[in-house]
């Protein structure tokens, strides 16, 4: 899914007022939240402040940039140039290798998408075979137990669950002038780590995208108001909590509950999803649909009764997931867990971490199916989160603009050599 906005002015804000921005961060066309949060932001960022994007290495465009009219370029290998503040923003995935390589080469502001990076340090050692950086920086950052974590893994050893517990953040924060977080968990895993790093909490901005009626959405789709029709969204691996769905979904066909599960996305945890309910025999109450546009996931989003985000462990992202099923007035189930707890009760219902929790999820959906009353109220419920809590791009990017203004005073840091980063203006 990649968003889409359309380029005005904020509200409260001059056009070219704030200060200048150099932006880093996977793009459109990439599949990834990230580059969705960028095309829906930018167009609001860029019309209160001048915005230069550095594109990702190889990037190609996939001409249809509505949100990045007007916007000029540079190459990913250039370095900042004057005093334009660099957003270089960092999540846990291999799409941001290239913005950690320009964080070690020039530093900047540290948009933290995850408060789990380990997997991106493995990414950069594999790919740059700094196994030797990669024993130094885990031992730095996590003691004598992340240097044995780290001889295992270049042994080629290594559990599910060491990048939680392990998340090595301290290894990019030392690099960092200053971070950008968008959660309050998010943001006491930065004090943890680096607690002299100028810090500024916003909201994450997500777009509610194109969805129609609900009743029109529900008949497009094929699905009968009878249905309790539930949805999950992302890329699908095993920390989404694909298996308490399944499980739950079990449960329900079990009681008689007419449901129907819709399951948007690609990866192979997908595959096992429906080769495990074909087994069980409930193949027919579960769409996977691969992929898809905005307009045709906004109409998923509304269609649905609930939206489904049980993810365990978290690399601590703020879930744009369940932002998104907010945004369409679709309450979501959650885990009770982390970041996922500043999520309202009212609108984000909770369920315990990892496989307990089907019994509570199954229990949540036999409610709603014999409650219409209060799951209409848990929709204007959701609703109003989203847009009181300033996710919308054009708010986000107020107070986006806000905090880098408050940050942008702050000094480049050095490197774990007590040596100036490469282009800082110390």
């Known amino acids: 899914m990649t968003g889409r906005s359309a380029r005005v002015a904020g509200p409260g804000l001059s056009r070219g007022s704030g200060p200048a921005i150099l932006w880093a961060s996977p793009l459109p066309p990439t599949r990834s939240g990230v580059a969705d949060y960028a095309a829906e932001l930018l167009p609001f960022l860029s019309a209160c402040a001048p915005v230069t994007l550095v594109t990702p290495p190889d990037w190609r465009s996939a001409g249809d940039e509505a949100w990045a009219a007007g916007i000029p370029r540079v190459g990913c290998d250039q370095a900042p140039d004057g005093d334009a503040i660099s957003l270089l923003h960092l999540g846990n995935n291999p799409y941001h290798r290239w913005v950690a390589t320009r964080l070690r080469r020039f530093g900047g502001t540290v948009v933290l998408h995850d408060s789990v990076v380990h997997h991106l340090l493995v990414e950069e050692a594999a790919a740059e075979d700094a196994w030797d950086r990669f024993d130094a920086e885990l031992t730095g950052a996590e003691g004598a137990a992340g240097g044995a974590l780290a001889a295992a893994r270049r042994s080629g050893f290594h559990g599910r669950l060491d990048p939680f517990l392990f998340p090595a ?60 029709v539930l949805a999950h969204f992302g890329f699908l691996t095993p920390a989404k909590g694909l298996q308490t769905i399944l499980v739950a979904l079990l449960a329900l066909a079990e009681l008689g509950v007419p449901i129907k599960l819709l399951v948007v996305g690609e990866g192979r945890e997908g595959e096992l999803l429906e080769e495990e309910a074909r087994r069980a025999g409930v193949a027919d109450r579960v769409r996977l649909t691969g992929w898809v546009e ?85 929709r204007v419920a959701a609703r109003r989160a989203w847009e009181g809590g300033g996710h919308s791009p054009a708010d986000a990017a107020r107070r986006f603009l806000a905090a880098i203004e408050r940050l942008s005073g702050a000094r480049p840091p050095r490197t774990l050599e007590g040596r100036p980063i490469e282009g800082s203006r110390d």
């Not at 909490?201 to 309790?228: D, F, I, K, Y």
């Not at 978290?314 to 996922?340: D, I, K, N, Y």
């Not at 369920?351 to 799951?375: F, M, T, W, Y």
Request: glycine share 8%; net charge positive.
């Open 294 to 378: 905005p307009d045709e996931l906004g109409r998923i989003l509304v269609a649905a009764d609930l939206g489904l985000v049980p993810r365990y462990p978290t690399a601590g992202e703020t879930s744009a997931a369940a932002l998104r099923f907010m945004a369409v007035g679709t309450p979501v189930v959650v885990s009770g867990h982390r970041q996922f707890l500043e999520l309202p009760p009212a609108a984000a219902f909770r369920i315990a971490p990892g496989r307990a929790g089907a019994a509570e999820l199954v229990r949540i959906v036999v409610h709603a199916a014999g409650n219409p009353e209060s799951l209409s109220a848990a």
């Open 169 to 228: 953040l301290g290894v990019y924060l030392r690099l960092a002038n200053a971070v950008v977080v968008h959660s309050r968990d998010a943001a006491s895993c930065v004090r943890r780590a680096a607690p002299r790093t100028p810090l500024e909490l916003v909201p994450l901005a997500v777009a509610a995208l194109p969805s129609g009626q609900r009743t029109e959405a529900r008949r497009h789709l094929g699905m009968s108001e009878r249905e309790v």
